[in-house]
Each structure stands twice: as C-alpha cells, then as structure tokens.
C-alpha cells in the first residue's frame, strides 16, 4: 500500500533536483492545496494512503512548480501582513519587505483620512492598512486593467470598501489626499536578466522594470 508520505518524498527530490529553494514547504503547500486540506492535517495525513485523483493533481503541481511557477501564482494567494492576498501573472507578488512600508504608514492613519495607493497592483499596501483603521478611505490605482481586476478581487475577498482608479501615476486622478503610498519598479532595464527565472518568466515587467536608470517612474511620481 503506498502511502501520502512515500509521493511526498519522491516529489520532494524533485523539487531539490530542480534548484527549489525550499523543497519542504514547496512540497507541502503543494500538498495541502491539492488536498483542501488544513496546515494542521498535513502530518496526519502523511501516513493514510494515497487517493489517486488527489495525489495525480499533486504532482502535476509538483510539474509546475519545478517549470519554475511560483507557488504563489499556483496555490492563487500570497500571505502579506495580516491577510491572504489573490494573485495571478498579472500583478507582482506581495514581498515581506513591503511590509515596512505598512509598518510606517499605519504611524499616520485616523478615522476619516483619504488614503491612496498608487500602482497598487494586488492593493496589499492600501488594503492592509485599511486592516489596521477600517475607518479609513482608500483608493487604490494603477495602468493596468488587469490589476484593477485583482485588487477588486482581493478587496471583496476582505469585505473592504475601496475606490478604484485606472490611471497611469496621477494622469486620471483628481481628487486631494491624506497619504500617498506606493511601491514603484525600480529596477534597471539591463538588470531584467539577473533576475530570478520565476520572475522573469512569471511576473509582469511592467511591474519591475523603471527604464534604463530604474528611476524613471519614481522621478515621474515626485
């Protein structure tokens, strides 16, 4: 009889012969995804036999993983502060040191303040400080359309009211506010291959790239 444990093993070599660069808990989200099961019953599960259906569709997320898809675009959220985020190609990934910038801006929040968050592309710097003061407005906007999508996903995903703006910087934006926040690329065009291949291969550029000096968004911004 094979058990859970046995595939989890054979797919966790895989995933080190591959260059991941956490096999175990690649594998084991990997796992608890393809199972709709709790963090908690991963263990327990470990040492029940496998259900073919189930452990088929975690292999082929092992397949996608070791394509070098992250595990965030596969599973469909990233954690970021205090909530999950939806995220899919067309956004970036929320980074943990974004969070500093959640960690400062909470310093200036009061009840009735007019927040925006511009390039907000999954709106993970407005809506989580939104988190931390339900009483404040927040606009979040960015150029593509397909991040608007996934803002608004993940804002009614957090049963937060939000305004929505398609605008390229400030050009269709009119309205006064209290706080800009934003996290614009900053990387140089001629560093794009440098880069890790997920995020070359998996993430918009976009997003990433600031032209020839990696400033010229953040310049355009001031």
Not at 70 to 95: A, C, E, M, T
Request: neutral net charge.
């Amino acid at each position: 009889m094979t058990k859970n444990s046995d595939i989890i093993a054979l797919q966790k070599q895989r995933l080190s012969e591959s260059g991941d660069d956490n096999p175990d808990s690649s594998v084991k989200q990997l796992f608890i995804f393809s199972h709709n099961i709790k963090r908690e019953e991963y263990v327990h599960y470990m040492s029940l036999p496998v259900i073919h259906k189930k452990i088929r569709e975690f292999c082929f997320l092992v397949a996608r993983r070791i394509k070098g898809e992250p595990i965030s675009h596969i599973i469909g959220n990233r954690y970021f502060w205090k909530d999950q985020f939806y995220v899919n190609k067309n956004v970036l990934d929320p980074r943990p040191e974004s969070e500093l910038i959640v960690e400062i801006g909470k310093n200036f929040l009061f009840d009735g303040i007019n927040v925006l968050d511009v390039g907000a592309g999954t709106g993970c710097l407005g809506l989580s400080l939104k988190r931390e003061n339900p009483n404040i407005n927040i606009t979040l906007s960015d150029i593509s359309k397909s991040a608007i999508l996934v803002m608004k996903k993940n804002a009614k995903m957090l049963k937060m009211n939000c305004e929505f703006i398609n605008s390229n910087l400030f050009n269709n934006i009119e309205d006064r506010f209290d706080l800009i926040v934003c996290n614009l690329p900053y990387i140089k065009t001629s560093q794009l291959t440098s880069l890790p291949q997920d995020v070359i291969l998996f993430e918009p550029h976009q997003a990433l790239i600031g032209g020839e000096s990696g400033l010229r968004l953040i310049f355009e911004f001031l």
